[in-house]
């Protein structure tokens, strides 16, 4: 493949040829030119020379614009990369090719640069592309969208005559269901809303119980403030009944501290 030109391609090219010819080196070439190396290591790449050979490509790009570039990279140690347009050459170690703009190399290999067991859609490759874009998402609960949408249509051919009319004993098991869904609901509403009412009840009992905690807390330090003064106020009563009794002592201050004597005397 070296020193070859392809001018005038159309929009598909095939590289054809037998086990071994070069197709898909030559694919990763053009690749790797435009991109840079993936992996970026000589010793990783799986398409390095074995015998130790310089591993690199040059090649000639004309865009659509018809400006044309020339890219030039290598794989040593490390990986090294020019782009040479008009005379002005452009440093591009790995980074790909200016001028791809938003195609990434992921998305340039998957539209761009298809290998043959890319195109070999399995029999049901539309309806799973459909499943994985509208369907459960990963998760358990819902079922795929093809799935759900043969049983519907199924259960519409139950429902509708070809001309496109209902059927009318399916019609009237309609009606029926439908009146007897607006009944569940409802009784259903009512029960909601007899919910927020217990809802409420309950939220006003937890504030009761709060409120009836934060006092019976209250009596508590007051029982016990009250234990250990009431052995106080006894003993001030005691003093206060002795201080009453005490009362016109003074009147008998003349009797004398003898009073003993004169009354054995007197006896």
């Known amino acids: 493949m070296k020193d070859r030109t392809f001018r005038g391609l159309g929009r598909f090219v095939v590289f054809h040829g037998p086990n071994e010819a070069g197709k898909s080196t030559l694919r990763r070439l053009i690749q790797d030119l435009l991109y840079g190396f993936r992996p970026a290591t000589r010793e990783s790449h799986p398409y390095a020379p074995w015998d130790g050979r310089e591993m690199g490509g040059e090649a000639e790009i004309e865009w659509g614009s018809g400006a044309v570039g020339t890219v030039r990279r290598k794989l040593l140690l490390h990986p090294s990369g020019s782009w040479t347009t008009d005379g002005d050459k452009t440093k591009l170690d790995n980074r790909p090719v200016d001028g791809l703009g938003a195609i990434s190399r992921d998305l340039y290999e998957a539209l761009c640069s298809l ?37 519907l249509e199924k259960e519409g051919k139950t429902l509708w005559r070809a001309d496109g009319r209902a059927k009318g004993v399916k019609a009237r098991d309609l009606r029926e269901a439908h009146a007897r869904l607006g009944a569940e609901l409802r009784k259903a509403e009512g029960r909601e809303a007899d919910r927020r009412a217990a809802e409420e009840d309950l939220a006003r009992l937890g504030e009761e119980e709060a409120s009836l905690a934060r006092e019976r807390s209250e009596i508590r330090v007051r029982l016990r403030r009250a234990v250990r003064l009431v052995p106080l106020a006894r003993q001030l009563d005691s ?17 004398g501290e003898d009073v003993e004597a004169r009354l054995a005397r007197w006896a």
């Open 115 to 151: 290998a043959r067991e890319d195109l070999e859609f399995p029999e049901d490759a539309w309806g799973e592309v459909r499943d994985r874009l509208i369907g459960s998402a990963g998760v358990r609960e819902l079922r795929p969208a093809r799935e759900a949408a043969e049983e």
């Open 239 to 255: 003093m206060r009944r002795f201080e009453e009794r005490a009362r016109g002592v003074e009147t008998f201050a003349d009797i």
